[in-house]
């Protein structure tokens, strides 16, 4: 997304406090595996058959997210969603988590739970933060600021495998309450730099805010040579997962 207004105090947070922080949320709803994956709690009989009752329309979701590709997705899938970006300094914080020691994955939850709680709406509203983060041999590679950068970084990606990490964590009242990262393995066929350079002139203004520099929805997917991984997760956000919880709690139908 965008540049954000920064979130201080989570800089300033040790990893043993944010791990700490993250672990408080209402027991019943989810449980958090040693490897951070989210498997959900089988609910009672009566929200599981208040599921197949209850329309889509009626849990209120906010996405503290700028992204067009995210919104469209809940659409999409027949929900109704308001969206209201939250403001932080990304490039701030990812530097921060990177710098205290942070693996690729946390950050991609880190700053989704950031945007998430950024957001104040009302209790019964569901607020989704959610983040994606491209790792290249263990290295995170940001968003390019301009076209040589992003020819830099589709070069750095030429012939190699990536990982990517789509985070989300959902928020009410305050408190976050489900949290998913989802991970692609990416390959890229060994790219010429003319082709390198045609791709970033033609489709600049539209990759400029994509992690790598591609977006596989459009040309990009001629870049790569092999894709492991759901399709959701590629474009940048658990939706499965997410849909699957709400689904559960009886948030939303068949």
Request: hydrophobic share 45%.
């Amino acid at each position: 997304g965008a540049a954000e207004e920064s979130a201080v105090h989570f800089v300033g947070e040790t990893v043993a406090g944010r791990l700490t922080r993250r672990a408080m949320i209402p027991e019943g709803r989810i449980a958090v595996t040693s490897h951070g994956s989210v498997r959900s709690v089988r609910g009672s009989l009566s929200t599981r058959f208040r599921g197949f009752l209850m329309p889509p329309s009626q849990v209120k979701i906010v996405l503290a997210t700028a992204s067009e590709t995210r919104a469209a997705m809940f659409r999409n899938a027949g929900l109704t969603v308001g969206v209201r970006p939250a403001r932080i300094d990304e490039d701030l914080v990812r530097a921060s988590l990177e710098a205290e020691g942070l693996q690729p994955r946390d950050i991609a939850d880190a700053l989704a739970e950031m945007k998430a709680l950024k957001i104040a709406a009302d209790d019964a509203a569901l607020v989704i933060g959610a983040d994606q983060i491209l790792s290249l041999d263990g290295k995170v590679l940001g968003k390019a600021g301009a076209p040589a950068m992003a020819e830099e970084q589709l070069a750095a990606l030429s012939g190699k495998t990536h990982r990517l990490y789509s985070a989300a964590v959902v928020q009410q009242g305050g408190k976050p309450i489900w949290r998913h990262v989802s991970e692609a393995r990416i390959t890229f066929h060994a790219l010429m730099r003319d082709e390198i350079a045609g791709y970033v002139a033609r489709h600049w203004d539209s990759i400029r805010h994509s992690v790598g520099c591609y977006r596989i929805e459009a040309e990009g997917v001629r870049l790569i040579a092999r894709a492991d991984g759901d399709y959701f997760t590629i474009l940048g956000f658990p939706m499965i997962p997410l849909l699957t919880w709400l689904r559960q709690r009886g948030d939303i139908g068949a």
